[in-house]
């Protein structure tokens, strides 16, 4: 008889909405235990479930949230780095200095940081998956975004070398580029501006949250292996 898997424990950034909590109910109804954290308290209510209100670009709040899934858990299976922010649609020359450092700050610096201690609880079983999500935003180049998408690209670049550097220890790293999907997010764009930009790719209209929940599950998934190093691009971007 084939003895029933013990449930995985996930780290989820973003969970209070969007695709963050999609992904958060997803985990949680294949029977896994669910971290999720996001600025605001959380919206999940579960026994397998445990929220922290932080904000992701502060250290001390990040190490306590590590320091309890340690003492909790004893081990992270799988790591979401899902939170992100787009504070300041413009023209690069109008864009402020303090939206760019907020964007980059939330966008990949705090994701170096979360990846860091996910990854030395992962080495102790040299096992684990990290999937940070990307956007379409890295490939299509689209005006006004010109910080959003320097974050992105950033991000992409930072999942393959981090790749290469943890693949000794069982460990993959990928990014995953949803098209658009009709999250708060993406409500702040021009939607006849954002209808253009999807007309490039294959598949000219929002993507579901379906699709990313099916490209995460073969991402994770143990005969997985060796994909490692790669950003997945949904929608024919």
Do not use: W
């Amino acid at each position: 008889m084939k003895s029933k898997l013990e449930p995985r424990v996930v780290l989820i950034t973003g969970t209070s909405r969007g695709i963050g909590r999609y992904l958060a109910n997803h985990f949680l109804s294949k029977g896994d235990y669910v971290i999720g954290c996001s600025r605001t308290a959380g919206t999940i209510s579960s026994e397998r479930y445990k929220h922290y209100s932080l904000e992701i670009t502060d250290d001390t709040s990040i190490l306590l949230m590590f320091s309890d899934i340690r003492k909790e858990f004893k081990r992270l299976d799988i790591l979401i780095n899902n939170a992100a922010i787009n504070p300041d649609i413009a023209f690069s020359v109008l864009v402020c200095s303090d939206a760019i450092h907020r964007a980059f700050e939330t966008n990949i610096i705090a994701v170096m940081k979360i990846c860091k201690e996910a990854v030395k609880m992962m080495v102790r079983k040299k096992k684990g998956r990290i999937i940070n999500i990307s956007s379409m935003a890295a490939k299509l180049e689209v005006p006004g975004e010109s910080v959003y998408t320097a974050t992105k690209v950033a991000l992409n670049s930072y999942t393959k070398v981090l790749a290469k550097e943890v693949n000794a220890f069982g460990i993959t790293v990928n990014g995953v580029a949803p098209s658009a999907i009709k999250t708060d997010l993406s409500a702040r764009i021009d939607q006849d501006a954002l209808m253009d930009v999807l007309a490039r790719n294959a598949i000219p209209d929002f993507g579901e949250m379906e699709d990313v929940v099916n490209l995460i599950d073969f991402l994770v998934d143990d005969r997985s292996h060796a994909v490692t190093g790669q950003t997945i691009y949904l929608g024919g971007v």
